[in-house]
């Protein structure tokens, strides 16, 4: 009843804020821009179906992908169109078979005005003139550059030639090159705080772009520590710029459950110290308008050891943009990954649910997660968000200090987790409702800063530290009964520093938590705005590339928890206290190699 009224208020004020964001744009006419213009040949001739695509200004403050991309094709008279646009600077390329691309950078857009843009295309032979007594390269200003790495279907050829000598290439059109990757990863749990920590692992991954705009990532690693001892996984994605991007994805794991640490079962529950596990997501991004887009897919995973585990997330998402600074968003499922750099692919295919055993039977995490969210950009600087939030916790992993010695007896009903030195146990169910508040801004090049505000429920102990201690419990399986969800509070602040002489990166985080809980407050808004719990701090070191392995060599450590903090103790049946913490005290270091 509690948390209805609390989701029924939290309704309220989300409609209040809608309506009061709706009529601001209303009364401020939506401030929409608009590009036109004509394209032609060199003898003034329109050209119809040539394609024109429009990049910018939508650019994320920490997420380079973040671009908007509209792409448009002219008609019969070679006029083109494009409407609702916000304001801002824009790039333009014009593409035409049998003639060269043309590019315009630095197009502004204004408010409620049309900017127009006309371009005259050359023959793809018409820029080959003969070059006299030249030993040096022709000058064409820099938007070469960009033709050179974006055209589709012609590319312009730079031609050198000396008095002695003299050539005349063919156009190339090579498509783009493809990536690898070696690595050493420490495996970060900022890109799901409810995933296995995987531990330290070698990388090894090849991305092969199947054209401009699809492209096939293949990834095989190696764990040293950690519950994921293999993996082998694989990406599709298509339509990244042509609009209603795709991405379907399988991973395969083989598991090491006992992690060197002797599990006790009766004898028909062999087979418990490894297993294998799957996961398969799809999801697929539809414009439903000029300000409406959906987001559907799914989350399929499967667990093979004691007994089949399985579970199926349908993942469902609108976003609605009033304004061109102002959207409201609405999802259910576990929201998709933001992080789309090399490395932050890499370690979303190597993800998997948390997994927990109680009563000698295995168990995998569940969280059924809702969201609603209202936010709003200043420019590309500043970006502010409110949200309210629901998550549904089944088999709830919770993590524990200890070893061997203090589970004795206990077996059936934990798990070893090497990463950070102790066990899961398997803390039952719970719900968490509650809102969060986000506040991001750029300070320059090379600084940013991030706080976030958090209010929801989690696990703390029902009964007194004291009492807890007095009275200890004789089996984990008695955990569940011993822990109760209880309103909490987190507050977070991140800093992000790039030193301009080192290139050195350095991501400074702290989340302080209501003292006594051993879960997370907002486990996924924690991860999507990459936070961590207590100090976390994480440094890359691009090192200087070797001549002989032309390649980006970054150099990585990472503190999670520094400072040890967040322990709750109960004693067991050892004299030794067990603790409960939300977030395990871990120190790793990597490197990785991309070219």
């Known amino acids: ?132 007594h030249r030993s040096h390269l022709l000058t064409w200003g820099e938007d070469w550059k960009w033709i050179l790495r974006t055209s589709a279907s012609t590319r312009p050829v730079l031609r050198f030639q000396q008095a002695e000598q003299a050539s005349l290439k063919k156009p190339n059109l090579p498509s783009t090159p493809s990536q690898h990757f070696i690595g050493v990863l420490p495996g970060s749990a900022r890109q799901d705080e409810l995933s296995e920590d995987p531990g330290v692992g070698s990388v090894l991954a090849y991305l092969r772009p199947l054209s401009q705009n699809s492209d096939l990532l293949v990834v095989g690693s190696l764990g040293s520590s950690g519950t994921i001892a293999s993996s082998f996984a694989a990406a599709l994605r298509r339509n990244m710029i042509s609009g209603d991007p795709q991405e379907i994805s399988i991973a395969v794991h083989q598991l090491n459950l006992d992690q060197g640490m002797a599990i006790v079962l009766p004898a ?19 414009h439903l308008s000029q300000n409406l887009t959906m987001t559907t897919g799914f989350e ?138 986000e506040y991001e801004r750029r300070l320059g090049a090379n600084e940013s800063i991030a706080v976030m505000y958090s209010l929801g429920d989690a696990l703390a102990p029902k009964h007194s530290r004291a009492s807890l201690l007095a009275h200890p419990f004789g089996n984990p399986s008695q955990i569940a009964s011993r822990l109760a ?38 486990p996924y808004g924690m991860a999507q705005a990459d936070m961590e719990p207590y100090l976390g701090v994480e440094i890359r070191q691009p090192l200087p590339t070797m001549a002989f392995l032309p390649a980006h060599i970054e150099a990585l450590a990472e503190f999670r928890n520094a400072l040890d903090q967040g322990s709750v103790p109960l004693n067991g049946m050892s004299a030794k206290p067990i603790l409960l913490t939300p977030a395990y005290r871990t120190l790793r270091g990597g490197f990785s190699v991309q070219f």
Do not use: C
């Open 268 to 286: 028909d529950h062999g087979g418990l110290a490894s297993a294998q596990g799957m996961v398969v997501t799809y999801s697929r991004t539809s």
């Open 485 to 522: 969800p209880e309103r909490a509070q987190a507050i977070s602040g991140r800093i992000t520093t790039r030193l301009p002489l080192s290139k050195t990166e350095i991501v400074t985080s702290y989340t302080w938590l209501t003292a006594g809980t051993v879960t997370l407050v907002d």
């Open 300 to 437: 399929a995973d499967y667990l093979n050891s004691v007994s089949d585990v399985g579970m199926v997330q349908p993942r469902l998402a609108f976003a609605y943009r009033f304004t061109p600074s102002t959207r409201i968003t609405f999802g259910v499922g576990a929201p998709a990954q933001t992080n789309k750099t090399f490395v932050g692919r890499l370690n979303t295919l190597g993800a998997f649910p948390r997994i927990t055993i109680h009563n000698n039977r295995v168990r995998m995490e569940n969280v059924q997660h809702a969201e609603a969210a209202i936010e709003h950009r200043w420019g590309t600087k500043s970006r502010i968000q409110l949200a309210a939030y629901s998550d549904f916790f089944h088999n709830a992993a919770l993590w524990a200090s200890g070893g061997p010695s203090d589970w004795v007896g206990m077996a059936g009903n934990y798990l070893p987790n090497t990463s950070g030195e102790g066990v899961v146990l398997n803390a039952g169910n719970y719900r968490s409702s509650g809102l969060r508040v």
């Open 1 to 132: 009843m509690k948390f209805s009224s609390r989701l029924m208020r939290a309704a309220r004020a989300g409609l209040i804020v809608s309506f009061v964001v709706a009529a601001s744009g209303l009364a401020n006419g939506a401030g929409y821009g608009r590009l036109a213009g004509v394209v032609r040949d060199q003898h003034g001739n329109p050209l119809m179906g040539a394609t024109v695509v429009l990049t910018g200004p939508e650019q994320g403050l920490f997420n380079a992908t973040q671009t908007a991309v509209e792409r448009v094709t002219t008609d019969a008279y070679g006029r083109f169109s494009i409407r609702h646009l916000a304001p801002g600077w824009y790039s333009l390329q014009v593409i035409s078979p049998t003639y060269l691309p043309a590019m315009r950078n630095r197009v502004q857009v204004s408010a409620n005005r049309t900017a127009d843009q006309d371009f005259v295309l050359g023959g793809l032979l018409s820029n080959f003139q003969p070059i006299k």
